[in-house]
């Protein structure tokens, strides 16, 4: 009985050998040429025009690094941050580098790579300004802060007794803080730092106030995005970003623009939560 059954199964097995055999191999992955990358363009040291006319910056760097180590070509499609998501969405292209950090809320809709940066928000008012840069601090008072971002959802959310003023660009907000229109801002304390505490249009200005970095508001790090579903892309992305760190080029990009490692901790939970609310 058990020959009767066995030799069917075996004749099968023998017949679908040669079938198996023909299966292709898997095809390695190959990112699309061009890789199409939004960035922007006002947001120094991480992402600004130069005098040639040309994006320079740490994101366009780590993007360069990233798609020579893909082997394609970037192609950059400057875009203003608040429109990048549903814009990447409508695939005008195929990756965001552009600084923007990897939040809970921001995973519902997008994929994103694992993080490239990780730093800190400020608030930057006048050096001699009657107030810290606190909740409490900066009640009635005008706080600028660049349209959809962490820092107005954080501004949004803790900074209650403030009259929040949005913009869709960073360096806009410079502009009407020197002007006086504003009192403050709250943004990266990096792109604080380097692109207007350390610019003569930024002296007379300071940081107020403490570091603020609750992952609930303002995740783990910078990451690159993509859309839902590109895993492929994402497992390459997150190959390069490592081949990066590993071989040395992420530490010469890192000291090109920065005297410390930008590259961060992850954020404390305990820490830069509503100072008033010990």
């Not at 299966?23 to 005098?51: C, D, I, K, M």
């Not at 930057?124 to 606190?134: I, N, Q, R």
């Amino acid at each position: 009985m058990f020959t009767k059954t066995l030799a069917p199964l075996l004749l099968a097995a023998a017949l679908a050998t040669p079938a198996l055999a023909q299966a292709p191999a898997a095809t390695a992955f190959q990112a699309p040429n061009p890789l199409r990358v939004a960035a922007e363009a006002a947001y120094p040291p991480f992402s600004e025009l130069g005098t040639d006319g040309k994006l320079k910056g740490f994101d366009i760097d780590i993007a360069l690094a990233v798609c020579e180590r893909l082997k394609t070509r970037c192609e950059f499609v400057q875009t203003e941050f608040d429109a990048m998501i549903p814009a990447l969405r409508a695939k005008k292209f195929d990756i965001i580098v552009a600084s923007m950090s990897i939040t809970p809320e921001r995973q519902k809709v997008v994929d994103f790579s694992d993080k490239y940066y990780n730093t800190p928000a400020r608030v930057v008012a006048k050096a001699d300004a009657p107030f810290d840069g606190t909740p409490a601090g900066l009640a009635g008072k005008k706080l600028g802060v660049q349209r959809t971002t962490i820092h107005d959802r954080y501004a949004t959310a803790m900074f209650k007794g403030a009259q929040i003023v949005r913009y869709g660009k960073q360096d806009e907000i410079f502009l009407d803080l020197i002007a006086g229109r504003l009192d403050a801002t709250l943004a990266d304390s990096v792109a604080l730092e380097q692109g207007f505490l350390k610019t003569p249009p930024g002296k007379g200005f300071a940081f107020k106030g403490p570091v603020y970095n609750d992952p609930t508001f303002f995740g783990v790090g910078a990451g690159i995005a993509m859309r839902k579903g590109d895993t492929a892309l994402r497992t390459a992305v997150n190959a390069a970003l490592a081949g990066i760190r590993a071989d040395g080029t992420y530490k010469k990009l890192n000291d090109k623009y920065f005297s410390f490692d930008v590259y961060g901790a992850e954020p404390a939970k305990d820490v830069a939560k509503d100072p008033a609310k010990k």
